[in-house]
């Protein structure tokens, strides 16, 4: 607003967010809705389908805007583009790896380092699984995971298989996607593996990151907040590394992402992109993350990561994004979808649903709502 005295910004927040999305749709129905807006990743589909987004390629590609369409990471953009038109920009990212705590990987009788396992091409789902079975034995949880995309589509990603091939839903039919998705029931089921979503108060998922009670923790760079909390003497205990492979070479891993999309019927179009494109720039990036929990979606602002030096090998986190996926666009065009794949894996996780029939329901389940 400083530099642009004829624009006046007004943040609307939201308090849950599981009412952000309907009340935004309802007011992008009802045409109150703000110029400028948050979506994200698992809904930004349905919004492009409604019809209630501004393309942003014209604009994205003039003289006056201050970030380009090729600035962004293509596997970012997921469901906001669509027919080669983008419909919201990439704000920023937090590329989903495995944190892993190297005292309770030592008090567990392990001596190899993942992130040294994975420089050298040898970071293979094997090793991975192996040392999660040796901290089970060690009275510790091998990984921790919140049930979201995020986490199960780049273990099916390690095994090998496919969530979506051609527009079809295959993560039930394809062999090494079954094998990945019975892998982690069987790990939940026998407490090799946690669901951070279902750990009691006191005892979440950092809690038992921070206390050595778990070797491995999904998540992003939000995690740096959550250890910095076990204080500075314990970080040094902490690195990351991404999602391991069947071979060791490198896979394409989840990243999640949110978009700044523009209000299709916007009265202040101009201004309302302006503030946008400033807003997901290389320098806006670098003002907002800078001592933030996630990772820039723009090229040029990624000594924001690696400056920090931390984690050691905070590199990984970019290396993700590079070459990451934002939620297939195939299942984010549909309305909470992923919300009900989620809902229906947690079934199959806890056990209340067994393996094969959860299979079979969650292929009709997806199968059914893409028509």
């Keep these: 607003m400083t530099r642009h005295p004829n624009i006046t910004l007004k943040l609307e927040a939201v308090p849950e967010y599981e009412n952000y999305h309907p009340k935004l749709l309802t007011q992008l129905t009802s045409k109150t809705a703000p110029d400028v807006f948050y979506v994200g990743d698992d809904n930004v ?114 095994f090998g298989g496919k969530v979506y091939d051609g527009g079809k839903f295959v993560a039930t039919t394809d062999p090494k996607s079954r094998e990945a998705l019975r892998t982690l029931a069987n ?27 778990a070797g491995f923790y999904a998540g992003g760079r939000w995690v740096v907040d959550s250890l910095q909390k076990g204080g500075n003497d314990n970080l040094a205990n902490y690195d990351i590394v991404p999602f391991p492979s069947q071979t060791g070479a490198p896979i394409r891993g989840a990243v999640a992402a949110s978009y700044l999309s523009l209000n299709k019927n916007s009265a202040h179009p101009n201004e309302a992109f302006l503030f946008l494109s400033e807003f997901v720039s290389a320098q806006g990036q670098a003002i907002r993350l800078k001592s933030g929990g996630a990772v820039p979606s723009i090229k040029g602002a990624e000594s924001i990561v690696t400056s920090a030096n931390y984690p050691p090998h905070a ?42 029939e959860g299979m079979t329901q969650l292929q009709t389940l997806v199968s059914g709502r893409l028509g």
């Excluded at 989903?96 to 001596?111: Q, R, S």
């Excluded at 790990?187 to 998922?205: C, E």
């Excluded at 984010?332 to 094969?356: H, Q, Y």
């Design 187 to 213: 790990g939940y089921q026998n407490g090799t593996f946690l669901v951070a979503d279902n750990l009691p108060d006191g005892q979440g998922a950092s809690t038992q990151f921070v206390k050595h009670k």
């Design 45 to 158: 589909g349905r919004f492009v389908a409604a019809g209630v987004l501004a393309p942003l390629d014209d604009r994205l590609k003039s003289d006056s805007s201050k970030s380009k369409p090729e600035d962004f990471f293509e596997g970012l953009y997921g469901g906001a583009k669509k027919d080669g038109a983008i419909y919201g920009v990439p704000n920023d990212c937090n590329p989903e790896v495995l944190w892993f705590d190297k005292k309770a990987l030592a008090e567990a009788g392990i001596t190899e380092d993942p992130a040294k396992l994975n420089e050298a091409g040898q970071w293979t789902m094997a090793k991975y699984l192996d040392m999660n079975a040796k901290l089970k034995t060690a009275g510790k949880a091998g990984s921790i995971f919140w049930n979201w995309y995020g986490s199960t589509y780049s273990m099916i990603g390690g």
């Design 315 to 356: 590199k990984t986190f970019l290396d993700v994004r590079d070459t990451g996926f934002a939620n297939y666009p195939e299942e984010v065009a549909v309305p909470k979808l992923t919300a009900d794949i989620n809902d229906l894996l947690m079934k199959v996780w806890t056990g209340k649903v067994g393996f094969d």
